[in-house]
């Protein structure tokens, strides 16, 4: 964005998101330990959001290796042996990887106990253990009626249209629709797993129905949606591509939805996959104010 875009528009201030962070973490701290965030490491595609996010915050970068746990409590170990308890970790690290005494056994990114001493209540995560439920791409057929249910209230914003093969109405029509929805494994994640019925030959969609029928509660079916449209520049050239938005909430002493979020857009101009796993961008986003 050019400086006029800012002079000329009522712009939110959007720099607090690290701030934002520091006091969910407070807010959770158990006595007043040390606040980490976990990360996998500098293999790791978000590793430069990691370091950055961890020094804007003014909380701890933290390796598996550098942590430990005793006695149920999680310290992290410092220069010349000196230990320091944690009180709360935000982690970057998928549930499987977590604690290889509870989890993948092989883990290598994780930290052996970490669940202990969890349970035990002497350190919290912010983003708990069992929270990817959400991820689950099943789940989200049922968020409507998560909301009624608990709520008592219509959602205001619709899901897209979304169908379950493990109820046989829906997969019934999924079967015989097929050819115009878009099929998502349950099972991936990062754009994997993503099959659109109208870019599959016959045999391709007959393959993928015998797979529907033999594991219905691996997939769901939706309709498309067709994405904003963004202008990007690309080398001297402004050309337009596919796009969403993903919205951070922080929940502490109290819930703050942050005034802007991460756009994403495609590389292909026929693609509808964002992900930065499979070379997606990213651009900053501002929200005008009324």
Known sequence: ASPETFQNNKIFDNRHYSSLLRKTMDYVNVDNGLEVILTPGRYNSAYFEHSYLAEKAGVVLAYADDLIVEDNVVYYKGLFDKKDKVGVIYRRISDEYLDPLVFESTSLLGVPNLFQAYAAGNVAII???????????????FVPKMVEYYLGEKPIMKNAPTYLPYFEEDRKFVLENLHWLVIKDVAEAGGYGVMFGKDMDSAKQEELKELICKEPRRWIAQEVIDFIDLEIIEGEETVSRKSDLRVFVLSGDDTVVWPSGLTRYTRNPDSFIVNSSQGGGFKDTWVLKK
């Not at 708990?128 to 099943?138: S, T, V």
Request: hydrophobic content about 35%.
């Open 127 to 141: 983003n708990a253990f069992g929270n990817g439920l959400a991820d689950d791409k099943g789940i989200y057929y």
